[in-house]
C-alpha cells in the first residue's frame, strides 16, 4: 500500500496481500488500508503488515464533526472572516463618534437658536416700546396735535327706491 495526497490505494507489488474474504477470486481491492479490516478484507500469513496497519486506530483520520466551526474553516476564510469583524467593528466605531458629533452639533445649533429667540423678543419689545401706541399719542400732543372723538362727517347709504 503506498499513499499519494493523503488517499489510501493499492499497488502492484502489495495487489496480492489481501484478498475479499467471501468472494474467492482474490482481486485486490482499491479501498483503504485502513478500513481493509472493516470491509471484510483478511491478511495472507506471508504479507508483511503496512504503515497504515501498524498505525494506531485512535491516530485515524475521524470525520469532521459537525460542531466544529473553525475546524472546518480554512485559514484564508478565518483570516477574511477576522478581517470582516474588524471593518465592521470599526465602521461601527466610526459611526458613533459620528453620531456623537452630529449630536453635539445638534445642540450648540438648539442653544444658538434659543439665544437668538431670546434676543429677537427682547428687540421686538423694544420696538414696539418705541412704536406703541402710548408713544405715539404722547408725541403727538407734544407737537400740539389733539385727539377727537369724531373722525369725519358720517356716511349714509341710502338704497335703492323700488319705484
Known sequence: MSKRNGASHTTR???????????????????AASSAASDGW????????????????QNRRRPP??????????????SL????????FTL???HVH???????????????HQRLHLKHNRLQGEFDRRVGPSVIYERARELGLQG????????????????
Request: proline share 7%.
Open 92 to 94: 461601527y466605531v466610526g
Open 148 to 163: 377727537s372723538v369724531t373722525y369725519g362727517p358720517p356716511i349714509t347709504v341710502e338704497s335703492p327706491s323700488a319705484e
Open 13 to 31: 507489488a502489495s495487489a496480492g496481500r489481501f484478498t475479499r474474504h467471501g468472494r474467492g477470486d482474490g482481486a485486490p481491492s482499491r479501498e
Open 81 to 88: 472572516l477576522i478581517l470582516a469583524v474588524a471593518a465592521v
Open 98 to 112: 459620528a453620531t456623537t458629533d452630529l449630536y453635539n452639533q445638534l445642540q450648540q445649533a438648539r442653544a444658538e
Open 42 to 57: 483478511i491478511r495472507h500469513g506471508t504479507a508483511l503488515p503496512d504503515w497504515a496497519d501498524l498505525e494506531p486506530s
Open 65 to 78: 464533526s459537525e460542531g466544529a466551526f473553525l475546524e472546518n474553516v480554512s485559514t484564508l476564510r478565518f
